[in-house]
């Protein structure tokens, strides 16, 4: 059964880093298509960035330069280390793996991703 859990959550004042992990259980989580996701109250799911086999992430235009994606692969654990963070950024944030796609495919859609975390909160003061 593939389960992800994130944590690392909080409250900061912008300007802040945080960093998010999402520890993936139940198969290989590097050898598939894992994303960041996040949602702002009254607002859809957007993608925060995504990472396939290849190992290079890609990003939403507003993180690029402050967000970075990794993955420990012994620890089957992807990472988003969040920097200079702004009040806009303030959401739940998920983790969203497919198990089924290496790569992952164009976009961010929500659709594409069987498996979700519960999700952790980020909260950026001003």
């Known amino acids: 059964q593939v389960q992800l859990v994130e944590s690392g959550g909080g409250s900061v004042q912008a300007g802040g880093s945080l960093r998010l992990s999402c520890e993936v259980s139940?198969?290989?989580?590097?050898?598939?298509?894992l994303a960041w996701f996040r949602q702002s109250l009254g607002k859809e799911r957007e993608g925060v960035g995504k990472v396939g086999i290849d190992g290079t992430p890609t990003y939403k235009d507003s993180v690029k330069g402050r967000f970075t994606i990794s993955r420990d692969n012994a620890k089957n654990t992807l990472y988003l280390q969040m920097n200079g963070l702004k009040p806009e950024d303030t959401a739940m944030y998920y983790c969203?793996?497919?198990?089924?796609?290496?790569?992952?495919?164009?976009?961010?859609?929500?659709?594409?991703?069987?498996?979700w975390g519960q999700g952790t909160q980020v909260t950026v003061s001003s």
């Open positions: 139940g198969y290989t989580a590097f050898s598939s298509c």
């Open positions: 969203a793996a497919n198990d089924r796609a290496r790569y992952c495919a164009a976009g961010f859609w929500t659709a594409s991703y069987p498996y």
